[in-house]
């Protein structure tokens, strides 16, 4: 492990020269080496050269799992960016997402942030003179299990800074501020060149196959696309066309009433005191489950929010287990016709 230094970023929007950053040297064998606290400033006039791992705050970033079908690396991004348009609450083309490869089984870790203040915190920690390596969330950044993951990290430097970081991180190349990537372009192109020798004998002989692959997705795309033209994007041709053929089939074109959707929609208009406050949701089967950060103010009267439930045709129950954990789902047919009169 190389040295370097870890930080506990505050809110983004709350970020200025002079906000005192809270932080861990790690040395090579893993461990603290030096913790405390120093504004941006200071800490950009001494770390020098030093890898930079900014950790964001619990509520800057959120983290889900999700299962992709199998894509070409090129394809990936695309894949789970139409995977994450239903949970966003933002359009997509105003997040920074980032990813893991797939695994076997297409399971993919996925987080994203607004672009804008990740941008804005970018240029500003560059400012100061912070070689920044990765913005990490937090919840990438802790140990497995770790009991309290919605609180910040702060001093003393326990085990919940030592944890083993992601390979990947929301500093992407398209956000990062010209003054920090000029140390590393002459690097950039060189080894771009080495590379681009090297690839270029492979590549020969894999573009004649691959024309003939590509040409025959492109059909198969294309077939799709005019058979169902309200697919926005063509992951996995036969899958999406029997998806789609199913739904027509069972639902005449329309979504059931039990779809992420519409389901997220009518859970909006009784859960209102759950508004700017959900860090995490998760829908499977009917299903959609809320985790809302500390803070929010939970209903004064709970049997009156369960009848506001029932008039939007809704169960909605609070998790006896987790804390801040509300599910929702729709009643079964049995359910909804005993409750009428």
């Given at each position: 492990?190389?040295?370097?230094?870890?930080?506990?970023?505050?809110?983004?929007?709350?970020?200025?020269?002079?906000?005192?950053?809270?932080?861990?040297?790690?040395?090579?064998?893993?461990?603290?080496?030096?913790?405390?606290?120093?504004?941006?400033?200071?800490?950009?006039?001494q770390t020098g050269s030093v890898s930079v791992y900014a950790i964001l705050h619990p509520d800057d970033a959120i983290v889900a799992g999700i299962k992709v079908p199998p894509v070409s690396k090129q394809r990936l991004d695309a894949a789970v960016a139409a995977s994450i348009e239903p949970m966003s609450l933002s359009e997509i083309n105003e997040l920074c997402i980032a990813h893991s490869s797939r695994a076997a089984d297409g399971a993919v870790t996925?987080?994203?942030?607004?672009?804008?203040?990740?941008?804005a915190a970018w240029a500003l920690l560059a400012q100061a003179g912070l070689n920044i390596a990765a913005?990490?969330?937090?919840?990438?950044?802790?140990?497995?299990?770790?009991?309290?993951?919605?609180?910040?990290?702060?001093?003393?430097?326990?085990?919940?800074?030592?944890?083993?970081?992601?390979?990947?991180?929301?500093?992407?190349?398209?956000?990062?501020?010209?003054?920090?990537?000029?140390?590393?372009?002459?690097a950039?192109?060189?080894?771009?060149?080495?590379?681009?020798?090297?690839?270029?004998?492979?590549?020969?002989?894999?573009?004649?196959?691959?024309?003939?692959?590509?040409?025959?997705?492109?059909?198969?795309?294309?077939?799709?696309?005019?058979?169902?033209?309200?697919?926005?994007v063509?992951?996995?041709?036969?899958?999406?066309?029997?998806?789609?053929?199913?739904?027509?089939?069972?639902?005449?074109?329309?979504?059931?009433?039990d779809d992420f959707m519409p389901l997220a929609l009518a859970a909006a208009q009784v859960l209102v005191f759950a508004q700017s406050h959900v860090h995490s949701m998760r829908y499977e089967k009917g299903l959609l489950s809320l985790t809302l950060a500390e803070g929010y103010v939970p209903p004064a009267n709970e049997a009156a929010l369960a009848q506001s439930a029932s008039a939007h045709q809704l169960l909605l129950q609070k998790d006896q287990t987790q804390p801040h954990v509300w599910h929702v789902r729709r009643p079964a047919p049995a359910q909804t016709h005993a409750g009428r009169p």
């Open positions: 492990m190389r040295q370097h230094l870890r930080l506990a970023l505050p809110p983004l929007s709350a970020l200025t020269l002079d906000t005192s950053i809270t932080f861990v040297q790690v040395d090579r064998e893993g461990s603290a080496a030096r913790a405390g606290q120093m504004s941006v400033a200071e800490l950009g006039a996925v987080a994203w942030t607004a672009r804008k203040p990740l941008e913005f990490i969330p937090q919840a990438l950044a802790l140990p497995s299990g770790d009991p309290r993951p919605s609180e910040p990290l702060a001093l003393p430097a326990g085990p919940r800074w030592l944890a083993p970081l992601p390979g990947w991180s929301l500093a992407r190349d398209d956000l990062r501020p010209a003054s920090a990537s000029g140390r590393w372009r002459r950039i192109y060189w080894s771009a060149a080495a590379a681009a020798v090297w690839v270029i004998g492979l590549s020969w002989h894999a573009a004649q196959l691959a024309n003939q692959v590509e040409t025959l997705q492109q059909d198969m795309q294309a077939s799709v696309l005019t058979a169902f033209p309200k697919i926005p063509v992951i996995d041709p036969l899958r999406q066309a029997q998806t789609q053929r199913d739904a027509l089939r069972l639902a005449g074109g329309a979504a059931a009433d």
